[in-house]
């Protein structure tokens, strides 16, 4: 383990992870903190390289990134716990359950996605462009540098096929937004490919915990209390 992550916490009771997005701090759930922190011990975490955990020498990777995590649950000493993650937190999560099964109680997946053709094109056309931008002055400029790895993520990861989520048993809750930037078609394969998964299309576009918190928290706390 190379670096220490700043995290916030709030309540008492079974642990909650919950991974932001691409770019973003653990401040994106500001909306979730305290409705959540009513029922479970809420644990917001800055990722790797991310709001106010710094970047450490590892690589910058999803996986790396589900390792941080389990480092960060060791450390903390939590054994298991409900995982919620969105965008890239989501495909941290996925990742993180694929690999550490035993370590998710419940495992929900916002807004995630198994590799970059399950993105709207014309989302992820500019991000490629930025990305082959960003890898040309990567070398000269450290903004540069750390841009092409923001952007890498998004090009490169995570990169998982939809038979392996098969091995996902943890029950899990799929939500998306009607208007998100992942293609309607992959959140539904993605819920398909997990076995019995949950599966909840909610008003909004991708940033539906931040701007339609109400809904969100709605579908997420009966899927976490057993009334989904």
Aim: net charge neutral.
């Amino acid at each position: 383990m190379d670096i220490n992550h700043y995290y916030i916490e709030k309540g008492t009771g079974f642990p909650l992870i919950l991974l932001h997005g691409n770019g973003e701090d653990c401040g994106y759930f500001v909306h979730q903190m305290e409705p959540f922190a009513k029922h479970f011990r809420v644990i917001a975490i800055d990722t790797r390289g991310h709001g106010q955990t710094p970047r450490g020498e590892a690589s910058f990777s999803i996986r790396q990134f589900a390792e941080d995590l389990l480092d960060f649950m060791n450390l903390h000493q939590i054994e298991k716990a409900h995982i919620l993650g969105f965008s890239d937190g989501g495909n941290i999560a996925m990742v993180f359950a694929l690999m550490h099964p035993e370590r998710v109680e419940k495992l929900i997946l916002n807004g995630a996605n198994l590799n970059a053709s399950g993105v709207k094109r014309k989302v992820q056309i500019p991000i490629e462009i930025g990305y082959r931008i960003a890898k040309l002055f990567a070398t000269k400029s450290p903004a540069a540098r750390k841009n092409a790895e923001m952007l890498g993520l998004m090009v490169n990861d995570p990169n998982v096929k939809a038979e392996e989520l098969s091995c996902i048993q943890n029950p899990t809750l799929v939500i998306a937004g009607e208007k998100d930037m992942i293609k309607d078609s992959h959140t539904r394969l993605i819920a398909k490919s997990i076995p019995e998964a949950m599966l909840s299309i909610i008003p909004g576009n991708h940033f539906i915990a931040n701007k339609n918190p109400d809904t969100f928290n709605e579908v997420v706390l009966r899927f976490l209390l057993g009334s989904l």
